[in-house]
């Protein structure tokens, strides 16, 4: 456990040194870019380590995996994000132990969400994630609603009991017109979060950017990155 912890430790400190160095670079205040550590495939006991060194965001992109986990570290003091595709059959879960849900696209997910948080009696933050690669009126590769569909969605989430909108989310796309462009599509990210704060003006957040690309994103102005391999490492078996 303890050469794990340093493993971490290690690689904790060597984002934060490249989340500094960006910043700097963009003329940006470090504390303007939290760092959300991804830990999916990863155990609960890697959670605690996480905490024990400061850590307070982390996310999850499966439930199966992370409803048990979030009940093991329920003692720490961390806000859970869910940044995977979410079923409507496993809202119900996801509501029980998730701070935010970053990959709000569709509607039908803001009525299950909402119902769940009025529930539970909790309040979830909502992201939309936005899928750069989607045609007009579509949705991405890997989830997300095309741009033109921001607007109705983000009144949607405003207007629901039980849930808040706190900005957007993406994942760098492999295909389109933003593919190998990595700072082009969280640029574009940006002008669409402007666009959505015109009618919703607390919604600020702009979560952008993994272990490969999160420079580029801190440089486009992300306010959230979400970054996994480069702080717990790759598992055996996983690529």
């Not at 870019?33 to 905490?51: E, H, M, N, Q």
């Not at 709000?104 to 009025?118: I, N």
């Amino acid at each position: 456990m303890r050469d794990r912890k340093q493993q971490i430790s290690a690689n904790l400190a060597k984002v934060e040194g490249r989340i500094a160095a960006a910043c700097r670079a963009a003329g940006r205040k470090r504390e303007e870019v939290t760092l959300i550590v991804v830990t999916k495939t990863y155990p609960a006991d890697d959670v605690r380590i996480l905490s024990e060194l400061g850590v307070r965001d982390v996310a999850e992109n499966r439930d199966q995996d992370a409803a048990p986990k979030a009940a093991a570290c329920s003692d720490l003091p961390l806000t859970w994000h869910f940044v995977g595709q979410l079923q409507t059959n496993k809202v119900r879960s996801v509501v029980g132990y998730a701070d935010f849900v970053q990959s709000v696209d569709r509607s039908r997910l803001v009525t299950a969400l909402s119902k769940e948080a009025v529930r539970a009696g909790r309040e979830v933050g909502c992201l939309i994630q936005v899928a750069l690669d989607a045609g007009e009126g579509g949705r991405g590769e890997r989830g997300g609603v095309a741009p033109d569909g921001i607007e109705e969605l983000g009144d949607l989430v405003a207007s629901a009991p039980g849930l808040r909108l706190d900005g957007l989310m993406t994942v760098a796309p492999l295909t389109g017109e933003y593919a190998e462009r990595q700072r082009a599509a969280f640029e574009r990210l940006m002008d669409l979060s402007t666009a959505l704060r015109r009618a919703h003006p607390a919604a600020t957040m702009v979560s952008a950017g993994m272990s490969a690309d999160l420079e580029q994103a801190v440089a486009a102005g992300a306010t959230h990155v979400r970054v996994g391999t480069a702080v717990l490492g790759v598992r055996p078996g996983l690529g």
